[in-house]
């Protein structure tokens, strides 16, 4: 069996007298594409928090790569390869889509590209997401869709081994979800992990290869996507009884 590249155990987080994580147990294998879904509330926004290093968790471990990373800082853990892209993006709107991707390559990413390489990088990846030929427009006047692939550019310039996409399809129309899914899960071919956090079904089991769920700070399930659609506990939590 492969190695963990993450492992998540025990992870307690509260906000003052409210439990939103109650010991979640959440593992990632190197290249794996796992969905994490469940209702509203249920924790997945606080537990990639705490994964990402924006929270801190008050027990419970968190390992990248074999590494205890609790202590770390954010932007430390994407220099360790651990990226993440937001639900609603929000680029430097004053600078154009290739600069935006400049900033990451050259502060962000594991392993910086040479100074004089930083734009040809940046349009490589530009290229992948469908943008290159938006590469001088101010992103500030995106669509929602490039915006959304815009976004995952900028995380995958970190140079990330495991990328967290939060809803990278909400409000997106069916062909613009498929290609977002396209761009996610191409990257599984350049060695990147990926979790999901998304609320359109068809994609999660589109995309997933394991699906785990959360319910009020719980992990209620935890495997194959048929698996766990099937679950009962987990139809409970999205339909009641």
Known sequence: MAEMLLEVSGVTKRFGGFTALDGVDFAVRPGERVGLIGPNGSG???LVNCIAGT?????????????D???YPAHKRIRLGLARSFQIPKPFASMSVLDNLCVPLLYAAK????RGRV???????LEQVGLADKAEAMSGGLTQVDMRKLELARAMAARPRLLISDEAMAGLSASEVDDILALLIGLKSQGVAVIMIEHVMRAVMKFSERIAVLVAGRKIADGDPQAVAGNVEVVKAYLGE
């Open 111 to 114: 392993a910086q590209p040479a």
């Open 55 to 67: 929270l801190r968790n008050e027990e419970g471990s968190i390992r990248f790569e074999g590494r």
């Open 119 to 125: 734009a040809e990088e940046a349009r490589h990846i």
């Open 44 to 46: 997945k926004s606080t």
């Open 69 to 71: 990373i609790r202590g």
